[in-house]
């Protein structure tokens, strides 16, 4: 895991900043639209979404145009 990661933590229990995001490819596409992971985590640069794509799309849901 690298600093960049973005990491789910669903029982809320890790320590550090956290964002809220709907376990919904809507409402997470809207929040990497609008750059709000960066904001909310106080990060600068680019942050590695592929963990919490992959763990929507276990869910049944299609995110940024995945399979």
Known sequence: MRGSDLVVDERAVLPGRGAW???????LDAALRRKAFVRALRVSGA???????????GYGHKVNGSK
């Open 21 to 27: 995001v709907h376990p919904t490819a809507q409402c």
């Open 47 to 57: 942050l590695d979404t592929q963990t919490i794509e992959k763990r929507l799309n």
